[in-house]
């Protein structure tokens, strides 16, 4: 995905999303993109609400539509009563997550391209799958490969956000290694989001 069009994502939604990757999307130009853009403001209906909630998950994480679905239906197996606390801890326990958060990537989608290319280990065993949950306790390291990619090293030296609560670095002043010490919750996901418009919007589609 093109800066361009992280920075449209973004001004349409009216949020920065720290999983693209792309700061300062609403520095300049804090309305939607379009010609009319600056002049026109649409007042949401409660769907349009609802949906905007939706695509913040979809685009912060770098989801399909299918994808959070499932999410969405494993949340509710785990937790029926709170689904959307489930949901908010499976989504920040995904592996390509953890390596954004541990600041081994400047994006989403750039922590991803480091799992599938085998350059994460996870309690010493290099994993491909960056939807895979990474369980409390366990441990998300770079490969000795990793430590010496340029990229790598730069989004440890700026990080795109801080080190969340959940997270701790495994042997410090090491930032090479990382280790989940809880379960993640709503007040983890890093950007503005209204949790029981999403779970309205699930909830009148049966999902």
């Known amino acids: 995905m093109s800066g361009v069009k992280k920075f449209r994502i973004q001004r349409a939604l009216g949020i920065e999303l720290p999983g693209l990757g792309k700061p300062g999307a609403l520095d300049n130009r804090n309305y939607p993109p379009g010609q009319h853009g600056k002049d026109h403001k649409r007042k949401l209906t409660q769907f349009g609400e609802q949906l905007r909630e939706k695509q913040k998950l979809l685009f912060h994480y770098a989801l399909r539509e299918e994808q959070l679905r499932r999410f969405v239906r494993l949340a509710k197996s785990r937790q029926a009563s709170n689904w959307i606390e489930a949901l908010a801890g499976l989504l920040e326990l995904r592996l390509d997550n953890i390596v954004f958060r541990l600041g081994f990537a400047r994006s989403i989608a750039s922590a991803r391209q480091l799992v599938s290319h085998g350059h994460i280990l996870v309690d010493g065993r290099r994993q491909t799958i960056g939807s895979m949950l990474v369980r409390v306790g366990s441990c998300v390291h770079l ?6 990619m340029v990229a790598v090293q730069q989004a440890q030296q700026n990080p795109r956000l801080g080190l969340p609560s959940y997270l701790q670095f495994s042997d410090p002043p090491s930032v090479d290694a990382g280790k989940v010490i809880v379960t993640p919750d709503l007040g983890h996901i890093p950007f503005e989001f209204n949790a029981p418009q999403v779970a309205e919007y699930y909830a009148k589609r049966g999902v």
């Open 143 to 148: 490969s000795p490969e990793a430590k010496k």
